[in-house]
């Protein structure tokens, strides 16, 4: 499409992505084809990925695989995290920002 050829020519420092879904080791997630073809390019395209993403939806997939998190990407999420989900997030060198959802 012509936003996944645009999106090829730019380099960011910091690139913002909502998912569908993450599974840890297995990867983030988006529910339409386009949607995942754009976020793995952004994420390509990034020196920092931030994940912005509730805790229901780790240890969920999307229909569509969009990009593998990295050491040193973050997530940003509620503290309704699994304490089990939180650790394999940490040992896969993930960054966890948790938000206060009360």
């Not at 073809?37 to 229901?56: C, F, G, L, T, Y």
């Amino acid at each position: 499409s012509e936003t996944e050829s645009q999106l090829q020519k730019f380099y960011v420092d910091k690139c913002i992505i909502g998912v569908t879904g993450l599974i840890p080791g297995e990867g983030a997630f988006a529910a339409i084809p386009t949607e995942a073809n754009i976020k793995r390019i952004m994420s390509e395209r990034a020196k920092e990925i931030i994940i912005i993403m509730d805790s229901s939806k780790l240890g969920t997939r999307g229909f569509c695989r969009a990009f593998l998190p990295k050491a040193g990407d973050t997530i940003i999420t509620d503290s309704k995290i699994q304490p089990q989900d939180h650790e394999a997030l940490i040992k896969a060198g993930i960054n966890v920002i948790l938000v206060d959802n009360t």
